[in-house]
T-cell receptor, first 112, second 111 residues
Framework: DGGITQSPKYLFRKEGQNVTLSCEQN?????MYWYRQDPGQGLRLIYY???????QKGDIAEGYSVSREKKESFPLTVTSAQKNPTAFYLC???????????FGPGTRLTVT | RKEVEQDPGPFNVPEGATVAFNCTYS??????FFWYRQDCRKEPKLLMS???SGNEDGRFTAQLNRASQYISLLIRDSKLSDSATYLC????????????FGTGTRLLVSP
């Protein structure tokens, strides 16, 4: 089955620790995206990548980093510099940068 | 003004009812429009794209009004399983497909 997987589903970390969220897709999509969703707010774009070995900052990139070494994978690192890291993180992909985006099941990160 | 605005609801309707949601967007250069459905604590799932001529998929009909900058979603013969939050999504730029998500309209369908 083709799709997007994210792991883990739930993640708990102590303040000051970096944490990496996994996102893998086998849809052969070129573009991949990371969003965060907070209660009562729309999804906000953190980073996106239109092609392997290239990525761009979204609207709220501060405190996050990404890599795109393989077409299938787009991991997101939440660093200790991110002031409010507790959120629902969603990874998405699309065929190109002008088509519908499809989402993975998300990772709920709680930092205490 | 928010880029994409939606009535948060909730819209409470009985099974079998017809319900409509509107969404307004601020960027007149937007080219792509979508409705996504999001169940509680789950990821958004694409419901339908919205084309200039409008489109229909079973019980769901989407319309675009470029002059007034709004899109609508009509659900006929509501089912209990339609209970969810419906997200209006618009692309914000004519270049890279940066999608701007509304905060969603919550629908509750009761027996």
């Amino acid at each position: 089955d083709g799709g997007i997987t994210q792991s883990p589903k739930y993640l708990f970390r102590k303040e000051g620790q970096n944490v990496t969220l996994s996102c893998e897709q086998n849809l052969n999509h070129d573009a991949m995206y990371w969003y965060r969703q907070d209660p009562g707010q729309g999804l906000r774009l953190i980073y996106y990548s239109q092609i392997v070995n290239d990525f761009q900052k979204g609207d709220i990139a501060e405190g996050y980093s990404v890599s795109r070494e393989k077409k299938e994978s787009f991991p997101l690192t939440v660093t200790s510099a991110q002031k409010n890291p507790t959120a629902f993180y969603l990874c998405a992909s699309s065929i190109g940068d002008r088509s519908e985006q499809y989402f993975g099941p998300g990772t709920r990160l709680t930092v205490t | 003004r928010k880029e994409v605005e939606q009535d948060p609801g909730p819209f409470n309707v009985p099974e079998g009812a017809t319900v409509a949601f509107n969404c307004t967007y601020s960027n007149s250069a937007s080219q792509s429009f979508f409705w996504y459905r999001q169940d509680c604590r789950k990821e958004p799932k694409l419901l339908m794209s919205v084309y200039s001529s409008g489109n229909e998929d079973g019980r769901f009909t989407a319309q675009l009004n470029r002059a007034s900058q709004y899109i609508s979603l009509l659900i006929r013969d509501s089912k209990l399983s339609d209970s969810a939050t419906y997200l209006c999504v618009v692309n914000g730029d004519t270049g890279f497909q940066k999608l701007v998500f509304g905060t969603g309209t919550r629908l509750l369908v009761s027996p």
